[in-house]
């Protein structure tokens, strides 16, 4: 044969030419060998029904197989030969027939298979047989606990690689189109000749094309430790973002555990209601399954492709493809969309799992990845999150106290590390983003210069009549991380204040410094046209502890204040919910320990009636009743005010300059105390008032997010208490739904409590 072959090839070599009976020759001489005839046939159970979705293989060569139709039949073509055919469904015995393949004789081969009373424990085998993927999901779920429970420590390193890319509408970009068309338009006539080449600016499509990625890059290098059955810690090694990060998703693996074998997932960045696991201990109530295809990896393990369709539409299930092993019933991957009614900001979300097996038995997250999208004014983003995981050690050495609230660390150098370390920890390059990075990285060290930021704030700081009648005029000098801002013309005026018509100007200062202290200045005032009187504020706030959220604060001034600032639309803007005072205010707030809060604030007023204001007739009568001020005679008061809140085992990220709560599962209790002293600064005032709370955000299973509230409290002492001070019971609103941890809403009118009360 290979001589003839190379002979051929010699006189096509000579001649150039070869005819066509040659070639019509050699191909049925080197096709001689691989002629195959076929095996076909039914495979019925016992009492002759036909079993569909039957997997058929060839023993000693299970990556070649075949599966039966709906009606029973199978067909397998195969090379002359002898073979051994397994027959093998979920609920029968296995059976191998040996079948012996000769020239031009076809095979047939009927098969019946018995029920196996051990494989299904107790399934009730019927005429007409469901689809076999339920029974697959069955022991799927059957089988769920031993991978839950697989390990009991564990060290795992994740690289996270999250993008997004970001894209305007179509009605924003017809918008555009049409504004360049008309800028382009104005040029024309600006110039009928044209603009002289030589002075046209230069084009750099690599450039432009970077330009319009619009991409955000975060890229994450982490090690996660886990203790059974829910202890977990991870320790960010590296971390560095490229553009605006607000919209990436899965930045940390404290955001979901994304595991499908609990019966729900919660994901409260996605959606207030916990999603229905396709392997829930009820899942079979949710969902509908049908087994697309049966395939072999490359180890030879027959695997189960399963459909996952919700049986209704809902916002707490998932539809795709699960990949379910034999034997194992293990999840080997997975490829799920989430239900878009049921997002509170993306508007699709689609993830994709593969498991691999790291021990004997112990398979754990090889590769998992998030696509999705969301819109946000006149632009779409699209996004991608990789998350790689590697160098598993199922027995690592974890110190003791290791695992407490501090459920993540973010370490000093993190941010620092440049591109030779990226290089070496990708698992894959970058490419086109590398580019865009590098891009990035390179204006970065631009914009971020002295000398770009003076520039721009030049800009930013000149004087314009738009600024100053409706805008409002800013100034700021980002080097050095201060900005001041001053009221518009437009916003100085109150077309509707305290004795009628109000104006006056306002400004703030903020200061920020290298560890994250920063100052809060700001100041306004105003003047009465009708009665021709000023009021005014100042106030300063420092934060000089970010990690631990500690400020101080101090405001003083002579304004209007309301009796009841939380009360009914209808009793807010009445002329008796109005004082005139001159205070003076010091407040501090610090975490003292983790979830353990001190708020305290001391306040000296000289507090007057409004009586003696002019006000204009028309709002002498509101809402059909008088609207008269309140008369008293003028007093001091010096109170004092503290408040200890605790949220117990409060979860929190430690970064470098500042911490990031991420919640807990126990309430918030509160108790605060306040007290009016005697003669104290020559307050008039002495009453004492004590208050409880209790607050809590939780999950309902499936059903969703719920918050409750409940506060008693009471009034210890009232030797002088005056109405100002009063603990008041808000009423309803009319054609209004008032917040329901605050308020009632069918009380017909607002009034006082100075005993104890509950509010729940």
Known sequence: MIWLFLTSYKLFIQNNILSKQLITILLVFF??????????????????????????????????????????????????????????????????????????????QNVWLKPSSVALNEMVVKAKRRDPA??????????????????????????????????????????????????????RKQHPEGIDTAFAEPKNPE????????????????????????????????????????GLFYTSTTEADFNFYHNIVEVPRL?????????????????????????????????????????????ATVKGLIWIEDKSFAI????????????????????????????????????????????????????????????????????????????????????????????????????EEQRYIAYRDSIQKVVTSKEYLDSVDAEYNKITLD?????????????????????????????????????????SYFKKFD???????????????????????????????????????????????????????????????????????LTTSRELFNGFYVHANFSLDSRYPITGLEFGSLTDSLFNQPNEPVDFEPYKSFISGIKLSYTPKQAYIKEPKRKIVLGSKFPTFSVYYRKGWNGLFGSDIDFDYIEFGITQQFKLKTLGTSNYRVAAGTFINTRDLRFIDYKYQRRGDPFLYSNPLYSYQLIPETFPTLGWYVES
């Open 31 to 108: 096709s001689l060998p691989v002629i195959s005839q076929s095996v076909s046939g039914y495979v019925l159970d016992e009492n002759n029904n036909p079993l569909p979705f039957v997997n058929i293989y060839l023993k000693y060569q299970n990556r070649q197989g075949t599966t039966t139709d709906n009606d029973g039949k199978y067909f397998m073509q195969l090379p002359n030969g002898q073979y051994t055919l397994v027959f093998s469904i979920l609920g029968y015995e296995k059976k191998e027939v040996e079948v012996t393949i000769t020239h031009n004789n076809d095979v047939t």
């Open 207 to 246: 450039l432009d094309s970077l330009n319009k990625l619009r991409l955000s890059i975060a890229e994450i290098l982490l090690d996660v430790y886990f203790v059974y059955p829910n202890k977990t810690k991870e320790i960010v090694k590296a971390k560095k973002i490229v553009g605006n990060s607000y």
């Open 515 to 585: 560890s994250q202290r920063m100052v809060f200045v700001n100041y306004g005032s105003t003047y009465g046209f009708r009665n021709k009187d000023i009021t005014g504020s100042l106030s300063v706030n420092y934060l000089y502890d970010p990690f631990h959220l500690g400020y101080i604060g101090v405001s003083g001034g002579h304004q209007f204040d309301l009796i009841n600032p939380y009360d009914a639309f209808v009793n807010l803007i009445r002329r008796s919910n109005f004082i005139l005072k001159d205070y003076g205010t």
């Open 332 to 431: 080997q991957k997975l490829d799920l969309i989430f239900n878009s009614d049921g997002l509170i900001k993306y508007k699709s979300i689609e993830i994709k799992q593969w498991y691999q097996l790291v021990a004997d038995s112990i398979r754990l997250l090889k590769k998992q990845e998030f696509y999705y999208t969301s819109k946000e004014g006149s632009s779409l983003f699209f996004g991608h999150t990789t998350v790689d995981y590697k160098k598993y050690d199922l027995h690592p050495q974890i110190p003791r106290k290791f695992f407490n609230a501090e459920k993540g660390v973010v370490l000093d150098d993190a941010y620092e590390k440049d591109k030779d370390f990226w290089k070496d920890k990708r698992p894959e390059p970058l490419t």
């Open 271 to 315: 959606s207030e209601i916990p999603i229905i696991s396709p392997l829930s201990r009820t899942a079979l109530l949710s969902y509908k399954y049908k087994l697309e295809e049966t395939t072999f990896d490359f180890s030879g393990t027959m695997v189960y492709k399963i459909a996952v369709i919700p049986r209704k539409k809902g916002n």
């Open 134 to 187: 339920y029974e697959i999901i069955k022991q799927a779920i059957a089988n769920k606990s031993k991978y839950l429970n697989q390990i009991d420590s564990l060290y795992y390193e994740a690289y996270i690689k999250a993008k997004e890319s970001a894209e305007m509408t179509e009605k924003a970009k017809e918008k555009q189109e049409k504004k360049a068309a008309k800028q382009k338009t104005k040029k």
């Open 467 to 507: 600024k100053i009648f409706w805008y409002g005029q800013g100034w700021r000098k980002r080097s050095k991380h201060k900005s001041w801002w001053f009221g518009s013309v437009w916003n100085y005026w109150e077309p509707i204040g305290v004795g009628g018509m109000r104006a006056g100007p306002y400004f």
